[in-house]
């Protein structure tokens, strides 16, 4: 696991060590809030995959 301490791509809110590898090589920074919202609600999901796909 990564010690590595980023910040969360959805809200911009807070600094997590929680990453997601979203392709081979890259890796971003999800908070537990935005990761729990995201799995509940699919519509959430979809935004953090635009979000990150608009990052790249």
Known sequence: MSKEVGQCVMCKNEYTS??????????????????RKAKANFLSFIWMVLTVRMMS
């Open 18 to 35: 929680k990453n997601v590898l979203v392709r081979p090589g890259k890796k971003v920074h999800v908070c537990t809030t935005c990761m």
